[in-house]
């Protein structure tokens, strides 16, 4: 097995993908890229977009357990992709640009170099890259909710624009036809082009990044140890990079010690402000059969402004023309093969958690804590009951109206703002957009574990470039936002 490279990527994920991709067009530039799954090239039941529910709890999804939630929902299972393209490999391609206002907000908290006109020209690289569509607007179901939020006053949006206002729109997504635009398909494909300038290792799960003083020389792997020369980056995901620095020693110093780890380097950031979408849930019965032309069966969205004065929306709807029930079922409530859900999301939430170590064994998954609803404002419990109620105003629309035989859940029972709230997080799931556990910010922030360059405040050759960074949770749909900070992460290192 060939041991040195100029550089090594942990994680052929999302924004790994985009990295090594950059990297390797360079010319006489090595790059080993890791992922503990398999490749995805050739593999219809990954390419094709409208199987991605059925990768769902498979061997191709980490399916991370939470802990107990106080005020939320405890059961969510987080899927995580694990092969070449990770999330992107998996989810439902909706597409957004990162908003202007996110990008404000990171500047003003440390992330120099971060504001929308510095990112602009990177998210124009992955324009050129992946390609965007929209679906047809073809599905009856799906017409009559975009007339139902029109009528209740939301404009028709396009959203392949920047989102700062309220609007309901039809999802742009990163796919080919039938096929998703993942990153690996996007900048990988076919992989057999690198001819050697990228060394694949797929089911490969690194352990350990290999430090020699301050500067980081390497990983171990089962099967050994691989060098890097110039710079090892690492794009795990918002639980993997956090849980793989804590096994290398780097992180808050107490709970090293508490999983008998030598201390490496306290970073007490690694591993905090774990960010989320959370998403709660209203299903109804359709009263006539729901049409069955769909791209990946969350098509439409809408944003809202909870209350005035907003500058941007804080909350967001999937339209889904399937019940969502995986968490209203366990509790009791009732569902059907023959209806459709709206889905609010509190675009901006504010709860923090955290990601920590189980043991220091590599093969144990990490202990992922979101405190989901516990800020201490009550803003993501407020913006949730908000959304409830907003589904049920914009279904008593008259085009919607029509295609509703009931409501399955909550129920109509369930009208105070306590019992949507108690309903809402007790049945509440996620979107699958962890972030910021990794966060961006400047150095004499003691919080944050990266600069505004990616580097790993404090150590040498160690940068990460994937959802952990965000110092702060984006209003719209992450993943292309990933892409953006691959090719920033690129840019960054062919820079130096
Ligand atoms: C089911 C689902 C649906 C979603 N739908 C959407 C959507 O429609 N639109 C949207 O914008 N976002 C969506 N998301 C979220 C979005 O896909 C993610 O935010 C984004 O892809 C995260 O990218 P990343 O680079 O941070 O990590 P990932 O893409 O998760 O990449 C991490 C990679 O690292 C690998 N890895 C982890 N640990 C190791 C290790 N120790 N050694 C080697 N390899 C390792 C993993 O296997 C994985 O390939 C969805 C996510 C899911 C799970």
Redesign the pocket.
């Known amino acids: 097995m060939k041991t040195q490279f100029d550089y090594i990527i942990?994680?052929?994920?999302?924004?790994?993908?985009v990295v090594a991709a950059r990297l390797a067009e360079k010319p006489g530039v090595r790059v080993a890229l890791?992922?503990?799954?398999p490749s995805d090239e050739g593999d219809d039941a990954i390419l094709t977009l409208r199987n991605?529910?059925n990768?769902?709890r498979t061997p191709l999804?980490?399916d991370y357990l939470i802990e107990p939630q106080p005020r939320g929902n405890g059961r969510i299972r987080?899927?995580?992709?694990?092969?070449?393209?990770?999330?992107?490999?998996?989810?439902?391609?909706?597409?957004?640009w990162p908003p202007d206002e996110d990008l404000r907000i990171w500047e003003a908290a440390g992330a120099e170099g971060w504001g929308p006109d510095c990112v602009r020209p990177f998210i124009q690289q992955v324009q050129q890259k992946v390609n965007l569509e929209f679906p047809e607007p073809v599905n009856e179901l799906g017409r009559a909710f975009f007339a139902a939020a029109q009528g209740a006053g939301y404009p028709a949006r396009d959203f392949a624009g920047n989102i700062h206002q309220l609007g309901v729109g039809w999802?742009m997504?990163?796919k080919l036809g039938g096929v998703r635009h993942s990153?690996s398909v996007a900048y990988l494909h076919p992989l057999a082009q690198w001819n050697g300038r990228i060394t694949f290792?797929t089911n490969?799960?690194?352990?350990r990044v290999l430090l020699n003083g301050r500067r980081a020389i390497g990983?171990q792997?089962a099967d050994g140890p691989v060098y890097a020369e110039r710079e090892v980056i690492l794009?795990?995901?918002?639980?993997?990079?956090p849980?793989?620095l804590m096994l290398s020693g780097i992180g808050p110093a107490d709970h090293l010690r508490e999983m008998e780890i030598e201390v490496q380097h306290h970073l007490p950031g690694v591993g905090e402000n774990l960010l989320d979408h959370p998403e709660g849930v209203v299903n109804w019965e359709a009263s006539k059969p729901v049409p069955p032309e769909t791209t990946?069966l969350?098509e439409l969205g809408l944003f809202a402004h909870t209350q005035p004065g907003l500058d941007a929306p804080d909350l967001m709807f999937h339209f889904g023309t399937e019940p969502f029930d995986m968490n209203t079922v366990p509790e009791g409530y009732p569902t059907t093969t023959n209806g459709f859900a709206l889905t609010p999301n509190v675009a901006r939430a504010k709860s923090q958690g955290t990601v920590r170590l189980r043991s220091a064994n590599?093969a144990d998954p990490p202990r992922i804590d979101f405190r989901y609803f516990t800020d201490p404002e009550g803003h993501d419990e407020r913006v949730m009951v908000a959304g409830v109620k907003l589904a049920r105003e914009l279904a008593q629309q008259s085009a919607l109206k029509e295609w509703i035989k009931q409501e399955l859940s909550p129920g109509p029972e369930v009208q105070s703002d306590e019992a949507i709230s108690e309903y809402v997080r007790r049945t509440a799931n996620t979107?699958?957009?962890?972030?910021g556990t990794c966060k961006m910010g400047a150095v004499g922030d003691e919080t944050a574990v990266v600069d505004s360059q990616l580097r790993l405040i404090g150590l040498d050759n160690l940068r990460i470039?994937?959802?952990?960074i965000f110092p702060t949770m984006i209003g719209?749909?992450?993943?292309?936002?990933?892409f953006v900070?691959?090719e920033r992460c690129a840019d960054f290192l062919s820079s130096e």
């Open positions: 942990v994680g052929g994920g999302t924004a790994g993908a890791f992922e503990a799954g991605w529910p990768l769902l999804d980490f987080h899927a995580r992709g694990k092969m070449l393209g990770g999330c992107s490999s998996h989810n439902s391609c909706i597409a957004f999802f997504l990163n990153s290792f490969c799960f690194v352990e990983v792997t794009s795990c995901g918002a639980f993997d990079t849980k793989l990946q969350w590599p979107v699958y957009h962890p972030a470039a994937d959802a952990s719209v749909n992450p993943n292309l936002t990933c900070i691959g």
